[in-house]
């Protein structure tokens, strides 16, 4: 059967390139930031993520899906990967990968849950743990392109031990205006936060986030059980399902 071509770009993202470590940086005890040198990255848009894959000399493969957790920097990108316990790819991503070594890279890959520096309406960012990896690089985004679109990030995270990107976090908070970050803590907050450790609530979203009346783009990312939860209290909020954009990183957990 005579093969259909595919169209240029589309092709470009299906294709599979040899990616090497350049830098890594340690987000927490459990997470590292992978900086990656990718020959002929085609660009991306803030959302979207790349397949990874891993082969041994047996020729045994494993993949998954990482969130690209900035802007690209020519052929660099940068990805953030939380340990799993007994994690296959994610335990060698975060322990073993090694600057100078290659991996096996393909993307960007998706085209719903990204954010275009263009859209001026209000934005709503709700992290459970390791979510806050793609809805970063929409923070990144939103401050090289000089945005001047309203940001809320609600962020959810077991402990301040388990907060990635804190100090960045924290300097666009005070210097990027129009950036509001709230953390909530589900399991040991810091000495005085005034709200005790638990899971995020539908009335954290309501008083973290924007009215449903200001039609924000709401984007919804971490365990499946924290996505669930939380989109569903911003629908019962009166937050019209079409402008919530969900992505789901793992089967279950609370989201931090
Ligand atoms: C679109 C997309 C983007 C993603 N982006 C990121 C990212 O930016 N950073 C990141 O660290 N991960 C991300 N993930 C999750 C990632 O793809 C892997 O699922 C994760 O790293 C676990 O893979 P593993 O091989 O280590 O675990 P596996 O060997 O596949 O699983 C080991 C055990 O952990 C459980 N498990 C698998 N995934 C998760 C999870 N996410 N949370 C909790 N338990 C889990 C499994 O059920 C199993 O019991 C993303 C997933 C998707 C679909």
Redesign the pocket.
Known sequence: MARTALPGRLSARLTWRVATLAETQDETAT?RTLRLDVPDWPGHLSGQ?VDVRLTDEDGYS?Q????L?APADGDRIE????R????????YLADTYAVGDPIEVRGPV?GWFVWRPADPAPVLLVAGG?GI??LMAMIRTRRQTGSRAPFRLVYSVRSPADQYYTPELRRSARDDGGLDVAVVYTRSAPDGWSRPPGRITAADLASLGWPASLEPSCYVCG?TGFVEAAASALVDQGHDPRRIRT???????SGG
């Open positions: 997470a993520h494993a998954r899906s990482y969130s957790a990805l953030t990967v939380q799993i316990a007994d994690g296959e790819v994610s335990a998706g390791s990896v793609p365990p992505e789901r990183f793992g089967p279950s957990g």
